[in-house]
């Protein structure tokens, strides 16, 4: 069974700091991932979906890397924003389009 | 365009009644799949249709069912209701069905709350 972790649960950082969320997923034999965000209440808002052979996926202040040897993904925001203020969910295709997901990071991005 | 939308966005029910969700894809999209997420955690799969046709099942009780309309729309159905089916609900579409997985694109969810 595909089980997905991102740590930390939470976490705060000041206006204008990167952001660096870890995602890890423990079988190495995915397909694609895909990265999202979810304000309080709301649905998901796809941000990058990065595919099973790429190392990594760029759109504006963000860039995702993926490791498939060693069961990880990255996101990076650059230059935080308040507006960045949201939970970021990680999601590994196991088939199909059947997606396991993290629990998610809570950003705060502190003005 | 009309994202995916979903309705209705919250109810209301008791122990032991009968719920219907429904879902609308983008427009073009063939394939919809819907996921309960409890407070606290990350969405858990529960169903995905294509062209009608179930193509995926999650880890849920006979209580939940769904089905896929001619229009590409979609209905998840939860008979017997328990307490613990109190979540969010999403519905996801794509345009197809890749093996590897293709973009998801989330509606609001139905917000359900049993008493």
């Known amino acids: 069974k595909q089980e997905v972790t991102q740590i930390p649960a939470a976490l705060s950082v000041p206006e204008g700091e990167n952001l660096v969320l870890n995602c890890s997923f423990t079988?190495?034999?995915?397909?694609?991932l895909q990265w999202f965000r979810q304000d309080p209440g709301k649905g998901l808002t796809s941000l990058l979906l990065?595919?099973?052979?790429?190392r990594e996926q760029t759109s504006g202040r963000l860039n995702a890397s993926l490791d498939k040897s060693s069961g990880r993904s990255t996101l990076y925001i650059a230059a935080s924003q308040p507006g960045d203020s949201a939970t970021y969910l990680c999601?590994?295709?196991?088939?199909?389009?059947?997606?396991?997901f993290g629990k998610g990071n809570q950003v705060v991005v502190i003005p | 365009d009309a994202g995916v939308t979903q309705s209705p966005t919250h109810l209301i029910k008791t122990r032991g009644q009968h719920v219907t969700l429904r879902c609308s894809p983008i427009s073009g999209h063939k394939s919809v799949s819907w996921y309960q997420q409890v407070l606290g955690q990350g969405p858990q799969f529960i169903f995905q249709y294509y062209e009608k046709e179930e193509r995926g099942r999650g880890n849920f009780p006979d209580r939940f069912s769904a089905r896929q309309f001619p229009n590409y729309s979609s209905e998840l159905n939860v008979n017997a209701l328990l307490l613990g089916d109190s979540a969010l609900y999403l519905c996801?579409?794509?345009?197809?069905?890749?093996?590897?997985?293709?973009?998801?694109?989330f509606g609001p969810g139905t917000r359900l709350l049993v008493l």
């Open positions: 990065i595919q099973s052979s790429q």
């Open positions: 999601a590994v295709f196991y088939g199909n389009n059947r997606l396991a």
């Open positions: 996801a579409s794509s345009f197809g069905d890749r093996g590897d997985g293709e973009t998801q694109y």
């Open positions: 079988d190495s034999a995915i397909y694609n």
